[in-house]
């Protein structure tokens, strides 16, 4: 199975051209038969990119925390559904079932997935590079940072063995 797990906002208030980066994805994944792994709830961008693969008739993995069931928010997109108890045991379980991982724009949650992701790279746990889509210049800020802790030594190694950027979906298809 080729499978991307996507981390992104569950928010619903933000600009609309972030929904529209989320389905430009979510039909791409389902036109190259790439299966999505995701957060499975119905809000923001997480359901945009659901929609967009489902309409494409693409396969759908929701990796749902118990918590999320219980508040009724799990999408009814879902084609397999992994139940887990909690946003970590949530994190660990879509790097286990993802060949490469990708960051659309998100909040604190987002930001927690994306360093989850980085972190367990640089002691070795997995060797998939997690991709930033940089709609609209969302990651730029974030990979200042990343470029600015890398060159006074604070990351091992070359940055981009663990993130990259991709400014659009022919980007995201070559790093796959």
Not at 17 to 34: H, L, N, P, Q, T
Not at 85 to 95: G, S
Not at 138 to 164: A, K, P
Request: hydrophobic share 45%.
């Amino acid at each position: 199975m080729r499978a991307i797990g996507i981390f992104c906002s569950a928010a619903e208030n933000i600009d609309s051209s972030y929904f529209d980066a989320a389905r430009e994805v979510g039909a791409w994944m389902a036109r190259k038969g790439i299966t999505l792994v995701y957060g499975g709830a119905e809000m923001g961008l997480m359901e945009a990119v659901a929609r967009a693969v489902k309409d494409g008739g693409g396969h759908i993995v929701g990796v749902v925390p118990n918590r999320l069931v219980e508040r009724e928010v799990q999408s009814s997109l879902l084609d397999e559904v992994i139940l887990c108890d909690n946003l970590a045991q949530r994190k660990q379980l879509m790097l286990q079932h993802s060949d490469l991982l990708l960051a659309l724009p998100g909040g604190i949650g987002t930001l927690d997935e994306v360093f989850h992701v980085m972190g367990s790279a640089t002691i070795g746990e997995h060797r998939k590079r997690m991709v930033l889509y940089n709609a609209g210049g969302f990651w730029d800020d974030c990979m200042r940072m990343l470029t600015h802790m890398n060159e006074r030594g604070f990351i091992r190694g070359r940055l981009s063995d663990y993130v990259v950027t991709a400014a659009s979906v022919e980007e995201i298809e070559k790093l796959f």
